[in-house]
């Protein structure tokens, strides 16, 4: 299985939290970026949070002081922590290398739905 697994999603109420969970399998991954991508219906896939292979993180402002990316490389697994969730925040996520070049693979991803 060469695409990323993600999960941990589920249904939250507004402010709540939730911890999502990717594990990859491509060696390559451990050794460059790593971001959490979302897709809220028939939105295009915005990009949430990327992490480096340093732990230097960046985030979109619409997510900054709410999300957590974090990376375990020798699980081969990276998190997204999110608190104070928004019904805006409803969407699938997904995780992937920050590398256009290395995104052949999508996984399913995992859905996220945030209830007012």
């Known amino acids: 299985q060469v695409q990323p697994v993600e999960s941990g999603g589920g249904l939250v109420q507004a402010g709540g939290s939730l911890r999502l969970s990717c594990t990859y399998s491509?060696?390559?991954?451990?050794?460059?970026?790593l971001a959490w991508y979302r897709q809220a219906s028939t939105n295009p896939r915005e990009m949430v949070g990327v992490?480096?292979?340093?732990?230097?993180?960046k985030y979109a402002d619409s997510v900054k002081g709410r999300f957590t990316i974090s990376r375990d490389d020798a699980k081969n697994t990276v998190y997204l922590q999110m608190k104070d969730l928004k019904s805006e925040d409803t969407a699938v996520y997904y995780c992937?290398?920050?590398?256009?070049?290395?995104?052949?693979?999508w996984g399913r991803g995992t859905q996220v739905t945030v209830s007012a």
């Open positions: 992490i480096t292979p340093a732990g230097d993180t």
């Open positions: 992937n290398s920050d590398r256009p070049d290395f995104q052949q693979f």
């Open positions: 491509e060696r390559r991954f451990r050794y460059n970026g």
